[in-house]
């Protein structure tokens, strides 16, 4: 009679285990689908249709393509860095693109201010030195100033410079932001 008692308790114990291990992948699934930015999901679905097993995959891509990103980040940072070294007595240089839809200044000098727009997202790197100090705030009100809305903001330090990059997306699509202007208003913010 105890073993059966016995064997009863342990089914018992191991299915509120395999329970509470179901909940907590969902938990931990859901979690996960939620960092996924709602435009990356397509408009035919909403995250709330769709499968558990194709918000992994949909996790999974998109996890993919930050990777890509960064790497793709990398390799114009240090080609940057690269270019900035072989013309450090040059003097900085502004390109319009219009084709590619960037507004773009390239030069050693520092600080570099660099913009570039893709749909309704617009991205932002300030390179300074160590002494030359501006008020990340202020660049921030300019982009929120001119209709965008800053996503994300983050600087880092390599060797005497300091990388500031923000991501910003478009508040009013129809509207857009003129980024002609937030560049000339970040450059006489910075200079």
Partial sequence: MKKCTSETSSKLDRKT????RRIQMKGLCFKLASM????YFKSSKSKEMMTQ????DLAASYIKQLTERIENLKERKEKEL???SGTSNKSSITNVDRANNKAVVVGSRLPIIKMSESGPSIEVMLISGLNKNFMFYEVISVLQEE???????NFSTVGDKIFHTLHAQVKISRVGVETTRVWQRLQDLIY
């Fill in 82 to 84: 690269k270019s900035q």
């Fill in 53 to 56: 097993q194709s918000q992994l």
């Fill in 36 to 39: 996924v930015p709602p435009q």
């Fill in 147 to 153: 209709g965008a809305e800053v996503v994300s903001a």
């Fill in 17 to 20: 285990v395999e329970r509470n």
